[in-house]
């Protein structure tokens, strides 16, 4: 059997809670948007989350702060939108605990998320947890990928120098962090936070994958 060498985690929805994200893309640009076009916020919601729908988020457009701005005609920065929200950067109660515990143990640990570079490293650095990571990727910045391309997990492990058996990921989103990775044969768990899912490679929290990655060791 082989042994499970790098744990890869999902950042938002994952580590930490979806506020941020949720705040830059649903309030902060719509809010600019509404002032440069002198109409109503709740009309500016309605037309920039249009606009997202008709890109989607199988597209890298989609997750690129410079893409929407430059679209809307928008005169702010990146930086600006980022920094007027951090303060609504929060990760879950458990997360110091179960980093702690599974790098104790000899894990290498790292993060795969589809936000771009911006977004990652001030999540990272607000919450003072980017000394657990060894590596931390960007998918849509440092590959220029998705996580719906199993090529990306596979370009994660041979940067990493493992094969996708020795690796375990976990994440919030079944197809990008669930079935995606599974194909390649790398360990994936589905993280559900709101306990419907019942499936045995289902999460409820990150306590559980401290759990799972024991039992695991155990029969090896």
Same mark, same amino acid.
Not at 47 to 52: D, H, P, R
Not at 202 to 218: C, F, G, V, Y
């Given at each position: 059997?082989?042994?499970?060498?790098?744990?890869?985690?999902?950042? !938002?929805?994952?580590?930490?809670?979806?506020?941020?994200? !949720?705040?830059?893309?649903? /309030?902060? *640009?719509?809010?600019?948007y509404a002032?440069?076009?002198?109409?109503?916020?709740? !009309?500016?919601?309605?037309?920039?989350?249009?606009?997202?729908?008709?890109?989607?988020?199988?597209?890298?457009?989609?997750?690129?702060?410079d893409y929407?701005?430059?679209?809307?005609?928008?005169?702010?920065?990146?930086?600006?939108?980022?920094?007027?929200?951090?303060?609504?950067?929060?990760?879950?109660?458990?997360?110091?605990?179960?980093?702690?515990?599974?790098?104790?143990?000899?894990?290498?640990? *790292?993060?795969?998320?589809?936000?771009?570079?911006?977004?990652v490293d001030?999540?990272?650095?607000?919450?003072?947890?980017?000394?657990?990571?060894?590596?931390?990727?960007?998918?849509?910045?440092?590959?220029?990928?998705?996580?719906?391309?199993?090529?990306?997990?596979?370009?994660? @492990?041979?940067? @990493?120098?493992?094969?996708?058996?020795?690796?375990?990921?976990?994440?919030?989103?079944?197809?990008? !962090?669930?079935?995606?990775?599974?194909?390649?044969?790398?360990?994936?768990?589905?993280?559900?936070?709101?306990?419907?899912?019942?499936?045995?490679?289902?999460?409820?929290?990150?306590?559980?994958?401290?759990?799972?990655?024991?039992?695991?060791?155990?029969? /090896?």
């Amino acid at each position: 059997m082989t042994t499970i060498r790098v744990v890869s985690f999902d950042l !938002d929805g994952t580590i930490t809670d979806t506020s941020f994200a !949720d705040s830059v893309w649903l /309030e902060g *640009i719509p809010r600019v948007y509404a002032l440069e076009k002198r109409i109503s916020l709740e !009309d500016a919601k309605k037309e920039v989350k249009s606009e997202y729908d008709k890109v989607g988020r199988g597209k890298l457009e989609w997750y690129s702060l410079d893409y929407w701005i430059k679209k809307f005609g928008l005169d702010i920065s990146p930086s600006e939108v980022l920094k007027s929200y951090k303060y609504r950067i929060k990760i879950f109660p458990e997360v110091h605990r179960v980093l702690e515990n599974l790098k104790s143990k000899g894990f290498r640990l *790292i993060v795969i998320s589809n936000a771009q570079r911006e977004f990652v490293d001030l999540e990272l650095e607000e919450t003072h947890i980017t000394h657990y990571f060894d590596r931390v990727f960007s998918s849509t910045s440092d590959f220029r990928l998705i996580k719906d391309a199993a090529s990306l997990y596979s370009g994660v @492990c041979r940067i @990493c120098d493992i094969a996708p058996q020795e690796m375990a990921h976990v994440g919030d989103d079944r197809y990008f !962090d669930f079935e995606v990775p599974k194909r390649l044969g790398i360990l994936a768990f589905y993280l559900d936070r709101t306990g419907q899912c019942r499936e045995e490679t289902a999460i409820h929290n990150l306590l559980k994958l401290n759990e799972k990655l024991e039992s695991k060791r155990d029969l /090896e």
